[in-house]
């Protein structure tokens, strides 16, 4: 019933065209057959919303436990739109599962959070090797296809809300005010990089021709 009211959701979806995103996936090596599976199913909802091989940056990192670095490397060092992280936890008769899936867990948070930058989470946390095939591409869908719409849906929210404060910061200058300084303005808004000073030149020319004429 859960599966089928999940399928139910995803086809209701709005998925944002990846043409001009940039993303990184950070991919663990540990339970390979099983992140492989989801690395495929997130690279190929990628290509198929309109991105390419070399807008999707691929590294892999031993275990899950050191993907939380492997995110903050790609973050840190190259100019990535969203990261999505990749692996597999089966838990076993130690401890070891609680303590590795707590730390990726609160680290991938933090990176968000540092970084202001769409972090995805992808690591299956299961009882046994068949469940996390089972979301590999199995019965139960793959989470890697997941990861990559939240991803391109994350970023969209982010311009999103980039747009809307940039709108917001315009509208909310006082043009009456009598302490308003253009100067003010054009050092808030203005782009200089935008600007051709040749333009400036033959605008001002133009209207010393016509006061001359006038």
Known sequence: MATHLNNQTKKEVNIPNAKN???GIIVSEWHKDVTDALLKGAEETLLKQGSNKENIIVKYVPGSFELTLGAQFCAQYTDVDAIIVLGCVVRGETPHFDYVCRSVTKGITDLNIK???PIIFGVLT??????ALERAGGKLGNKGNDCAIAAL???????AFIADANLDDYLDVDWDDEDWDDEDWEDEYWDDEDWDEDEDEDWDEEEDKEKKNA
Request: glycine share 0%; hydrophobic share 40%; proline share 0%.
């Open 21 to 23: 995103f940039r993303i």
């Open 115 to 117: 970084f202001n930058l």
């Open 126 to 131: 299961t009882n046994t090797i068949e469940q």
């Open 153 to 159: 849906q994350m970023i969209n929210l982010q311009e």
